[in-house]
C-alpha cells in the first residue's frame, strides 16, 4: 500500500511548485484545521501520561534530582515535571540528539559572539548553550508562549538570564539583526526553515555557522534544498538520528534493563536529519576541475 509520505514525495518531484501550491490550499482547509486539532489533543494526552511516568522514574532511580547527567549540558538544572515539545528522560540523562553533541562541542569552543536559536521550545539548548559559552548573547525564539515563558524559567534557575533574549516569531528583519559577527544559528522550527533560512533575504548567513533540524516529512526535498541554497558558501554535513546504547550513559546503571529504551526513546523516527553547515574562511579555495580544462 503506498503511504501518504511516499505520495508527498512523488508530488513534489514531479512539480515543487504545484506540491507548495497543493500544501498551502491543504494546510488552509476545514479538514487540516480538524486533523491538526485532533493530533494535538492526542499527542497532549499521551505527553501527560508520558510526563508522569518520567517524573516516577526520576524519582526512584535519580532521587528526584532533574539535573542533566551526561553529554554537552552536563549539570544544567531542570524544574520538575517541565512542559516541553519533548520528551524530557532523554534531557536529563544527557542523551538528547546524541548524533549532535560533537557539534554543540565545537561549537563551544568556537565561542561565538552571538547564538540564535530557532524554536527554543523550553529552552534546552539556548540555556544550554549559554551555560557553555560565557561570552555569548543567546538570542532565543518560539512561537509559543507557554514555550518563552519555560525558557525564561529555566534560564534563571540556570542563573544565565541576563544573557538571553527570548522572543516569539523569528522573522527574516529579525534574523538579519542577529546574524552579524561571529554567529550560530541553531533552527527547528517544524519546516519553517525553508522560508527562512535564506542567504538571498540574510545575507549574513553566508558567514553565518548552522545547526539545523530538517523536516521533508512536512516540506519534501527541504534538505536538498536547503544543502543547494548554501553550496558555494559553507561545508555540510549530514547525521541521522542512530540506535543508542544504556553503556553510553553510565546513569542508567542504577535503572532496570527492561526500562532503558523507554527512557532512551525520542520519539523521532530513524530518517530524522539534521545538517551542520560551516561557513568558508574568508581565504578558502574553491575546487576546481583541472582536468577538463
Known amino acids: 500500500m503506498t503511504s501518504l509520505s511516499i505520495v508527498k514525495q512523488s508530488i513534489y ?30 499527542v497532549a494526552r499521551k505527553l501527560e501520561k508520558r510526563l508522569r511516568y518520567e517524573a516516577e ?19 544544567m538544572k531542570y524544574p520538575p515535571r517541565v512542559v516541553s515539545g519533548s520528551l524530557l528522560s532523554p534531557k536529563i540523562i544527557g542523551s538528547y540528539e546524541s548524533p549532535l553533541h560533537r ?28 551555560r557553555r559559552c560565557g561570552e555569548a548573547q543567546i538570542y532565543a525564539y ?32 529579525e534574523l538579519n539583526l542577529r546574524v552579524v ?18 542567504p538571498d533575504l540574510v545575507p549574513g548567513l553566508t558567514n553565518t555557522d548552522l545547526i539545523v ?6 516540506r519534501p526535498g527541504l534538505t536538498q534544498t536547503l544543502l543547494g541554497r548554501f553550496r558555494q558558501s559553507h561545508r555540510a554535513e549530514l547525521v541521522y538520528h542512530c540506535a543508542k546504547s544504556a553503556r553510553e550513559f553510565p546513569v542508567l546503571a542504577r535503572v532496570p534493563a527492561s ?18 553547515l560551516v561557513a568558508n574562511p574568508a581565504d578558502a579555495i574553491e575546487p576546481t576541475e583541472w582536468w577538463s580544462a
Request: proline fraction near 2%; charge should be negative.
Open 142 to 173: 518560539d512561537i509559543d508562549e507557554r514555550a518563552r515563558a519555560n525558557s525564561l524559567s529555566l534560564a534563571r534557575l540556570n542563573g544565565v538570564n541576563e544573557r538571553i533574549h527570548i522572543g516569539g516569531t523569528c522573522t527574516i528583519e
Open 13 to 42: 518531484r514531479f512539480s515543487p511548485g504545484l506540491y507548495s501550491r497543493a500544501y498551502q490550499l491543504y494546510s488552509a482547509s476545514f479538514y487540516a484545521r480538524m486533523r491538526r486539532a485532533k493530533i494535538e489533543h492526542d
Open 259 to 276: 526500562e532503558h529504551a523507554l527512557l532512551l526513546e525520542e520519539g523521532r523516527p530513524r530518517d530524522q536529519c539534521w545538517i551542520r
Open 213 to 218: 533540524e530538517t523536516h521533508d516529512d512536512h
Open 57 to 75: 522514574a526520576i524519582r526512584r532511580y535519580f532521587g528526584d534530582d532533574w539535573a542533566v547527567r551526561h553529554g554537552p549540558f552536563a549539570g
Open 103 to 130: 557539534w554543540i562541542e565545537e561549537a563551544v569552543a568556537a565561542k561565538y559572539q552571538a547564538i540564535v536559536n530557532i524554536g527554543c521550545a523550553e529552552g534546552y539548548y539556548s540555556v544550554g548553550l549559554a
Open 181 to 198: 559577527g561571529r554567529a550560530l544559528v541553531f533552527c527547528d522550527i517544524e519546516g519553517g526553515e525553508l522560508d527562512l533560512l535564506r
